[in-house]
């Protein structure tokens, strides 16, 4: 089955602690995003990569670091240095067809409580 | 500023009816307008893509309309039924970089 994985669903974090959280995509995408979900908001766009080896930061960066060292692999890395982590974490993948853009997949997401 | 709006308040219908939801968008200029449903604690999931190019795009009981001039792009839902009920959100792509969504409006229909 192709898609997107992120784990873990549910995390758990002491104030202070770095967590990363995982997301993985077997559809062969060039893109993936990572995106905050918090109660009855939209989607906040955190970081996002178009190729491997390369990110640009999104509206919301600051707390957050990621790598793309190779393309199907997007972990994203909450620091403490991120004021109000407690949030759910959604990533996404997509690619381009000749017509234009398709749809982003995404994962089942993480819920991130930090007490 | 720039800005998406979706109804936040939840719309309720009921079933077998046509379900109207509104994104309206102000300060872009969006190259594709793409819809999405989330249920609660899932991911969302892709449902219509329409260029600026197209006024209208269907896909089974789903229809899209896109209206650069007003900034607005309606979903309609026919024939909805129970398991039609999540949240819808749009999202915009100006094709610079990712998409930008709105907070989504929930549909709620009654048997």
């Known amino acids: 089955d192709g898609g997107i994985t992120q784990s873990p669903k549910y995390l758990f974090r002491k104030e202070g602690q770095n967590v990363t959280l995982s997301c993985e995509q077997n559809?062969?995408?060039?893109?993936m995003y990572w995106y905050r979900q918090d109660p009855g908001q939209g989607l906040r766009l955190i970081y996002y990569s178009q190729i491997v080896n390369d990110f640009q930061k999104g509206d919301i960066a600051e707390g957050y670091s990621v790598s793309r060292e190779k393309k199907e692999s997007f972990p994203l890395t909450v620091t403490s240095a991120q004021k109000n982590p407690t949030a759910f974490y959604l990533c996404a993948s997509s690619t381009m067809d000749d017509r234009g853009r398709k749809g982003q997949y995404f994962g089942p997401g993480t819920r991130l409580t930090v007490t | 500023s720039q800005k998406i709006e979706q109804n936040s308040e939840a719309l309720n219908i009921q079933e077998g009816k046509t379900a109207t939801l509104t994104c309206n968008y102000t300060n872009y200029s969006p190259a594709y307008l793409q819809w999405y449903r989330q249920d609660p604690g899932r991911g969302p999931v892709f449902l219509l893509l329409i260029r600026e190019n197209e006024k209208e795009k269907r896909k089974e009981r789903l229809k899209v309309t896109f209206d650069t001039t007003l900034k607005q792009s309606l979903f309609h839902i026919t024939a909805s039924q129970p398991a039609d009920s999540a949240t819808y959100l749009c999202?915009?792509?100006?094709?610079?970089?990712?998409?930008?969504f709105g907070s989504g409006t929930r549909l709620q229909v009654q048997p």
């Open positions: 999202a915009l792509d100006t094709g610079r970089r990712a998409l930008t």
């Open positions: 559809l062969n995408h060039d893109a």
